[in-house]
């Protein structure tokens, strides 16, 4: 069974109810960190985690700069950053807006991939323009997996259908199971060793 270290959500237009969805579903026994790129407003408050707090049994919490990454909690980026997964920990910068955005799902994407090569799972969910479609396409790159929401399923098909595009080998599935995907190849299997070095 292969080992996952961290599970990385992205969403924009229509993705409080697809998240929510997405959490409800988790197990409470479920240990991967999850970190969810939500896109909103550089103006947006804090209201996201409690939101989502409501969904789930797991921890959630907006992310702050070099927090550690623990079992059994959803990180949410906050709003006018960028969220990059590093080693154990999480670091929130500034850096330019990438496709209109930030925080931005495919540089979340990428650090996720580049940080735990072969051990992160991918999810991209509904959205009305093409952001996570490069960064998903990099983690199966570096030996990772993919999950698209089956643009069917979502209230804008526009960024799952770019997802899919760019990662034809993602398992393209309906919003209501991905929840029971997603802990299928999780499948019980612990958080990374090194999940807390670094």
Known sequence: MM????????????????????LGGLPHDFTVPVAIVQHRSIHSDNLLAKLLQDTTPLRVVEVDDKEPMEPSTVYIAPPNYHMLVDVGHFTLTTDPLVRFS?????VTFFSAADSYPSS????????ANDDGAKGLHHIVF?????????????ESPIMPEAARRAVPQ???????DIARHLASMVNGVRTAPDLRTG
């Open 142 to 154: 570096r030996g990772g997996r993919a999950i698209v929401q089956d643009p069917v399923t979502a």
């Open 170 to 176: 993602a398992a393209v599935v309906p919003l209501a």
């Open 120 to 127: 992160t799972i991918g999810i991209v969910l509904t959205g």
């Open 102 to 106: 930030r925080p931005s799902i495919d």
């Open 3 to 22: 080992q996952t270290s961290i599970v990385v959500v992205g969403s924009s237009w229509g993705g409080l109810a697809a998240v929510s969805t997405l």
